[in-house]
């Protein structure tokens, strides 16, 4: 009974460093999305997917990159990350797209 | 340009009584609302949706109200109980397409006993 699942919990970087963050859904669905939340604000769309093979550009997608090569898996990456980029990021899937989304437990990056 | 707002970053409501929550929109498009529940270190969870045909949606201790003249929205919930403090947050999307949720800044709710 995982749902969503995301890797790693925390992560330090330093500027300029690169990394994949991954997202792993048991659920079977459809869509996924990365979201970032900053303090004081709400979520914001990064990247989202509508199945295997697809990806498409959210929000805020600038530094980011995104593949859905598995129908389970979303990954989200940081090519050279930047010091802005210090964030909560949260991972989310949903059957369709008029239901619910359900959320990861997080990934706090900190850019140093 | 904050497409969806909670003008209040905290609430304080004492145990047993009404919690109501508010939330606005500038988006006529949005036609799908939700709101999320958020405990620290946790990632946000579904708590009840309602589509812009409807202007209530009931389950069990909550309850969203939609006024669509107003772009507003708001959640009940009766009684309140401890286990309510939380962060709300309030989403909207456009049904069609994929669910690309604008979230509000949220609410930090709690409740005393």
């Known amino acids: 009974n995982a749902g969503v699942t995301q890797t790693p919990k925390f992560r330090v970087l330093k500027t300029g460093q690169s990394m994949t963050l991954l997202c792993a859904q048991d659920?079977?669905?459809?869509?996924m999305y990365w979201y970032r939340q900053d303090p004081g604000m709400g979520l914001r769309l990064i990247h989202y997917?509508?199945?295997?093979?697809?990806?498409a550009k959210g929000e805020v997608p600038d530094g980011y990159n995104v593949s859905r090569l598995k129908k389970q898996n979303f990954l989200l990456g940081l090519e050279s990350a930047a010091p802005s980029q210090t964030s909560v990021y949260f991972c989310?899937?949903?059957?369709?797209?008029?239901?619910?989304?359900?959320f990861g437990d997080g990934t706090r990056l900190s850019i140093l | 340009d904050q497409q969806v707002k909670q003008n209040s970053p905290s609430l304080s409501v004492q145990e047993g009584r009404i919690s109501i929550l508010n939330c606005d929109y500038t988006n006529s498009m949005f036609d799908y609302f939700l709101w999320y529940k958020k405990y620290p270190a946790e990632g946000p969870t579904f708590l009840i949706s309602?589509?812009?045909?409807?202007d209530k949606n009931e389950d069990g201790r909550f309850t969203v109200f939609l006024n669509k003249s107003a772009k507003h929205l708001s959640l009940h919930i009766v009684p309140s109980q401890p286990g309510d403090s939380a962060v709300y947050f309030c989403a909207a999307s456009e049904i069609q397409g994929a669910q690309k949720l604008v979230f509000g800044q949220g609410t930090r709710l709690t409740i005393n006993p």
């Open positions: 309602i589509s812009s045909i409807k």
């Open positions: 989310a899937s949903s059957l369709f797209s008029n239901q619910p989304q359900h």
């Open positions: 997917s509508v199945g295997e093979g697809t990806t």
């Open positions: 659920m079977n669905h459809e869509y």
